[in-house]
T-cell receptor, first 118, second 114 residues
């Protein structure tokens, strides 16, 4: 079975600070996919990134960056120069991609509530 | 592209009644659809996986007779909560997959059982 751990329940920083959200995963499979989603108060999930297990390159998208390290089973997310609009709950998730004849569901971490104070 | 809708966005029903939630992929055909449940301030938990034309596969601990899932076409899946009780009050989110490594989430349905 897969497991995703987000040890940080809540993080509060002042605007313009950098912040890193941690994600540690467990799986025995060699092929898997990792995701980050943002969930604002409206509840709708906003897709941020997907990485497969064979691609360990770090990724940067504007103020967002992701660090994938298979050696430590971690997929951390950093927001640089945080803004109030970044306030939300962020979920890390894992999928095996293909399972039993169809797509595999996501296993989510418990989420990190990020609060950016003005 | 890859838009998923849910209807209704919120529903209030009385204890003992049944409620149906629809999930539609608007601009693509979804070979697999998923249903998740999220209690307040908690994570999303996968309830079931359904492939078009097949019976849904339920996660351990999810009552299949209580949460009826029908995936009648490549663009529509429905979740019916039968004999709902207050403890079924939750945020239900569906997702649809056209390629095995992608999932597109709907906006969610907030169910309140009184």
């Amino acid at each position: 079975a897969q497991k995703v751990t987000q040890a940080q329940t809540e993080i509060s920083v002042v605007e313009k600070e950098d912040v890193t959200l941690d994600c540690v995963y467990e799986t025995r499979d060699t092929t898997y996919y990792l995701f980050w989603y943002k969930q604002p108060p409206s509840g709708e999930l906003v897709f941020l990134i997907r990485r497969n297990s064979f691609d360990e390159q770090n990724e940067i998208s504007g103020r967002y960056s992701w660090n994938f390290q298979k050696s430590t089973s971690s997929f951390n997310f950093t927001i640089t120069a945080s803004q109030v609009v970044d306030s939300a709950v962020y979920f890390c998730a894992l999928s095996l991609g293909y399972s039993g004849g169809g797509a595999d569901g996501l296993t989510f971490g418990k989420g990190t509530h990020l609060i950016i104070q003005p | 592209g890859a838009v998923v809708s849910q209807h209704p966005s919120w529903v209030i029903c009385k204890s003992g009644t049944s409620v149906k939630i629809e999930c539609r992929s608007l601009d693509f055909q979804a070979t697999t659809m998923f249903w998740y449940r999220q209690f307040p301030k908690q994570s999303l938990m996968l309830m079931a996986t359904s492939n078009e034309g097949s019976k849904a596969t339920y996660e351990q601990g999810v009552e299949k007779d209580k949460f009826l899932i029908n995936h009648a076409s490549l663009t529509l899946s429905t979740l019916t909560v039968t004999s709902a009780h207050p403890e079924d009050s939750s945020f239900y989110i569906c997702s649809a997959s056209r390629i095995f490594y992608e999932q597109y989430f709907g906006p969610g349905t907030r169910l309140t059982v009184t």
